[in-house]
């Protein structure tokens, strides 16, 4: 599994710019309701959410993107952190970290289409699930900018018929975890 290393920093109060939030969260009834509210009454859009538990049944690890300023990510994400059920949280583009999507893209392929499409798929590195022609199916692995412009590159293969993707999933680089953060760095930027 090919894991990128995306690296943070500081870019301007007011510019917005991509973040890549993690949160813990306790496993209870109505918490992403709660959670997802904050972002929408300030009228940001979630770019892309992951929820998935972890070695705790009664915790959970939400992967989040959102677009916005320092400042006003900063602003949201001290709100989330005040949240009953927020165990933890963690601006993973304040610093370092590792970060990966999965894409599962269905092609319907013309004649001469499964060799092209199985080029594509080991430029990439692709995993192959289904080769027939009109359902020829491959998984990827790799950041969101690689699986962008696989599925550009696979119009050029052939049809289209599903892409399916994860949305992002990221832990910080080095000693910190999500768990230890407060203890290791400031909690929002």
């Given at each position: 599994m090919d894991l990128n290393v995306a690296f943070g920093g500081r870019v301007g109060q007011h510019r917005a710019m991509r973040h890549?939030?993690?949160?813990?969260?306790?496993n209870e009834v109505g918490a992403l309701t709660r959670f997802t509210g904050l972002f929408s009454t300030r009228g940001y859009n979630i770019?892309?959410?992951?929820?998935?538990?972890?070695?705790?049944?009664?915790?959970?690890?939400?992967?989040?993107v959102v677009t916005g300023s320092d400042h006003a990510i900063g602003?949201?994400?001290?709100?989330?952190?005040?949240?009953?059920?927020?165990v933890n949280i963690h601006d993973m583009t304040l610093g370092e970290h590792y970060e990966s999507e999965m894409l599962i893209l269905k092609l319907r392929l013309g004649i001469g289409g499964v060799a092209r499409a199985e080029a594509l798929a080991n430029e990439y590195g692709a995993t192959v699930l289904d080769a027939e022609p009109e359902s020829y199916t491959m998984q990827l692995i790799g950041s969101p900018a690689d699986l962008k412009t696989l599925v550009e590159k696979a119009?050029?293969?052939g049809e289209i018929a599903a892409v399916a993707r994860s949305g992002s999933v990221a832990v910080s680089r080095g000693i910190v975890s999500l768990s230890s953060y407060d203890v290791n760095r400031r909690l929002t930027g």
């Open positions: 890549v939030i993690s949160v813990l969260m306790q770019e892309t959410l992951n929820v998935a538990p972890t070695d705790d049944p009664g915790v959970s690890r939400l992967t989040m602003q949201i994400t001290n709100q989330i952190g005040k949240l009953v059920d927020v119009k050029d293969v």
